[in-house]
């Protein structure tokens, strides 16, 4: 991005570091935008994480936040499969075995009933989203840690800590909702 857009800007900075590291995101110091998407669920402390950015961001300012959304016994199921992804190559073999060829057939199947060319979701999709569909089946297979939560949660978890929602952007079933929050500021809100 930097490269693309902002090549000579001296104030752009890219530090790496675990979103749990407490003295790492200590030393970042406050920020009117926090962007987090698709991060958190992944840390394997979900709660504290959402804590710790919360502290990332300056009074007034905003938390951009994607998180997974709860679908009950089916993100169960799905975590149990990352997990067994993850566990070693024998889990791995296991999962993509079973789910590639799934993933597969069902977009076919989904694509031929909608008379649409079923090679056109391979070959159209990194310019899409970015990464091939292989990429992204991967991706999604080996994502874990996975922890997951309803809108109100997540909602009810910052109002508690002085931020309010402004907007959301939810999902009906698997993927993230989408959370912009607004940190309380005392100076200008108690005006
Ligand atoms: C699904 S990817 C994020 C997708 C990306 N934000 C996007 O928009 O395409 C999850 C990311 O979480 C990062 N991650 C996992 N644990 C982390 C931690 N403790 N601190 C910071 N990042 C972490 C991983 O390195 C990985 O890049």
């Known amino acids: 991005m930097r490269e693309q857009f902002y090549r000579d800007d001296k104030d752009w900075t890219i530090v790496e570091g675990?979103?749990?590291?407490?003295?790492?995101?200590?030393?970042?110091?406050?920020?009117?935008?926090?962007?987090?998407?698709?991060?958190?669920?992944?840390?394997?402390?979900?709660?504290?994480?959402?804590?710790?950015?919360?502290?990332?961001?300056?009074?007034?300012?905003?938390?951009?936040?994607?998180?997974?959304?709860?679908?009950?016994?089916?993100?169960?199921?799905?975590?149990?499969?990352?997990?067994?992804?993850?566990?070693?190559?024998?889990?791995?073999?296991?999962?993509?075995?079973?789910?590639?060829?799934?993933?597969?057939?069902?977009g076919a199947a989904v694509d031929i009933v909608n008379w649409r060319n079923p090679l056109a979701r391979y070959t159209q999709y990194v310019s899409q989203r970015g990464m091939s569909r292989f990429h992204d089946v991967m991706d999604w297979l080996g994502g874990y840690p996975f922890e997951v939560a309803k809108p109100e949660q997540i909602i009810e978890h910052y109002l508690a800590r002085g931020c309010r929602l402004t907007?959301?952007?939810?999902?009906?079933?698997?993927?993230?909702?989408?959370?912009?929050?607004?940190?309380?500021?005392?100076?200008r809100d108690g005006r």
């Not at 009117?32 to 959402?50: C, F, K, N, Q």
């Not at 799905?78 to 060829?101: E, H, M, N, Y």
Request: net charge positive.
């Open 18 to 106: 675990s979103v749990l590291d407490a003295q790492f995101m200590g030393s970042l110091g406050t920020f009117d935008i926090v962007y987090s998407w698709g991060v958190l669920h992944h840390t394997g402390e979900m709660w504290r994480a959402l804590d710790v950015v919360d502290l990332a961001v300056r009074p007034g300012g905003q938390l951009f936040l994607a998180i997974y959304n709860d679908q009950g016994v089916v993100s169960k199921r799905w975590r149990f499969v990352k997990r067994l992804f993850c566990s070693g190559r024998a889990g791995r073999a296991v999962v993509c075995s079973v789910f590639i060829p799934y993933f597969v057939f069902e």
């Open 167 to 187: 907007r959301l952007i939810t999902t009906n079933g698997s993927g993230c909702n989408q959370f912009v929050l607004r940190k309380s500021d005392p100076d």
